[in-house]
């Protein structure tokens, strides 16, 4: 089997890579269980080290690395450049923190001493997808491997040259052999590995199906998983809110990544003394972004980064149109090569619809329209999906008093939803479980065992 890299801006062939074969596999276990014993006795001084070493090399290597995420799956580049600072950023984070995270926290009990000490677990299998295919993988890793665990990632199948220059980038900082290794499988190999006993735990971003299959291996061989899935989050404006402000925003967080984004705003809920002159505004700003080539600093449309996920984006359009929405804007492919499709807005969108149930991962933006504040609170929470969510209101206690009752993982009132190192991150309900990045992050990845000496 092969991998192929495809520029989605050319629909051209990069590259093709041959899959691992089983030797090779095993091979890679079992260095990975090599470096597990090493790096758990590693002092964590060195352990962070590596990370501060990786995180020099992405930014001497940003120009090139942000070429070839653009190149792979098609994002702006300017957009590259800034996931690349940001992976930076979250090794620096860690390697700061992380000795005050790891540390021992002592517990008053009639013992002599107790205490809970944060331990590694072992090998980690990382299932990353294609979207922020550097940020999504070291989101993931910096805090798995300061907490002393070597990673094996699977990454997605369309992006086999990031997978491979994040692979080099550790080696070229000095990670020790098997710490940080890609394995060139395919989706349903990677679910069967999950049982092996060299593997300690999976952490997976990507659909809820793929979430679903590995939670379910993960289960089978009682192993921790953290599943980060999709979203369909809710951008809510209210009444008082700066109704301007909030539409250039909801645009940035519809149309960033070309859409392609689990925490991008997806259903916009307009209660009706803002909604016309939000639809109008959030409008301009659609037909506003210019595609074209995103090596390009004037484009700001980008391609989808598969075709087949366009076709199913297109699907999903058409078959909301035909249940009654009103299309605003857009609402098809671009006529032109690569996998372009129009910023499109529906209005109208309502139950029964895939724009309004489903998540819509492409610049494609479905417009809610609530009776009233108390209403849009129930359609923001009327979804499967529970990952992000983001309301407008110029008083900031009335805001987060609505924030405190949406439904999800992530909140945010008067700005788009942004994930941050400092902050923890993650879903409820079919969005996934478990906690990425600041302490609850660094900590999924640890035995949090009770240690007590009488
Ligand atoms: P997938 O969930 O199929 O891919 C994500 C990762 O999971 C890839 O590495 C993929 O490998 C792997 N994978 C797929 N099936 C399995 C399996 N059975 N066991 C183990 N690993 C598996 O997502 P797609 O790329 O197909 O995108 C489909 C939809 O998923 C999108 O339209 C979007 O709705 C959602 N999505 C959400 C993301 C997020 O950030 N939460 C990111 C990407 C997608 P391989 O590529 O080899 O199949």
């Not at 930076?88 to 002599?112: K, N, Q, S």
């Not at 029964?352 to 108390?374: C, K, N, Q, S, W």
Request: charged share 20%; hydrophobic share 45%.
């Amino acid at each position: 089997m092969m991998f192929t890299s495809i520029n989605p801006t050319t629909e051209a062939c990069i590259e093709r890579v041959a899959a691992f074969d089983s030797a090779r596999i095993e091979q890679a276990l079992a260095a990975a269980r090599g470096a597990s014993v090493l790096w758990a006795e590693t002092p964590l001084a060195e352990r962070t080290r590596l990370l501060v070493s990786v995180a020099e090399r992405l930014r001497t290597q940003k120009e090139t690395l942000a070429t070839l995420i653009t190149t792979e799956m098609g994002k702006l580049r300017t957009e590259a450049l800034a996931e690349i600072d940001k992976c930076a950023w979250v090794c620096d984070y860690y390697a700061e923190h992380a000795e005050g995270m790891l540390a021992d926290e002592l517990i008053d009990t009639d013992a002599a001493r107790s205490l809970v000490a944060y331990q590694p677990f072992g090998v980690w299998l990382a299932i990353m997808p294609w979207n922020f295919p550097f940020w999504q993988v070291f989101r993931c890793a910096a805090p798995a491997l300061a907490a002393g665990n070597p990673v094996l990632l699977k990454h997605a199948s369309n992006v086999p040259g990031c997978a491979l220059a994040i692979e080099r980038l550790f080696r070229e900082a000095g990670a020790p052999d098997g710490l940080f290794q890609t394995l060139l499988i395919a989706g349903n190999q990677a679910e069967a590995l999950v049982s092996d006993a060299r593997i300690r735990g999976v952490s997976l971003t990507g659909s809820e199906a793929a979430g679903r299959r590995v939670a379910a291996a993960a289960g089978a061989s009682i192993k921790p998983s953290i599943l980060e899935l999709g979203g369909s989050d809710a951008f809510v404006v209210l009444a008082d809110a700066d109704v301007e402000q909030a539409a250039t925003v909801a645009a940035k967080a519809r149309f960033l990544n070309g859409g392609q984004s689990c925490i991008a705003a997806k259903r916009f809920i307009l209660v009706p003394e803002i909604a016309d002159t939000f639809v109008a505004a959030f409008k301009a700003a659609a037909e506003a972004l210019i595609p074209g080539d995103p090596m390009q600093p004037e484009t700001t449309l980008p391609p989808l980064a598969r075709s087949d996920l366009r076709d199913q984006l297109h699907a999903q359009v058409q078959a909301s149109l035909a249940k009654g929405a009103r299309l605003v804007s857009g609402g098809a492919p671009l006529e032109r090569l690569g996998w372009f499709y129009a910023a499109t807005v529906l209005d109208q969108c309502a139950p029964g619809m895939p724009a309004y149930h489903e998540e819509l991962f492409g610049p494609v933006a479905a417009i809610i329209r609530a009776r009233d504040e108390t209403d849009a609170l129930r359609l923001a929470n009327d979804s499967d999906f529970g990952l992000g969510g983001s309301v407008w209101s110029q008083d900031r206690a009335r805001g987060e008093a609505f924030a405190r009752r949406m439904q999800c993982g992530c909140a945010f009132v008067n700005d788009m939803v942004k994930s941050d190192p400092r902050l923890p991150f993650g879903g409820i309900k079919h969005s996934g479980y478990g906690r990425e990045l600041g302490l609850l992050g660094i900590r999924g990845f640890c035995n949090a065992k009770t240690l007590c000496v009488q």
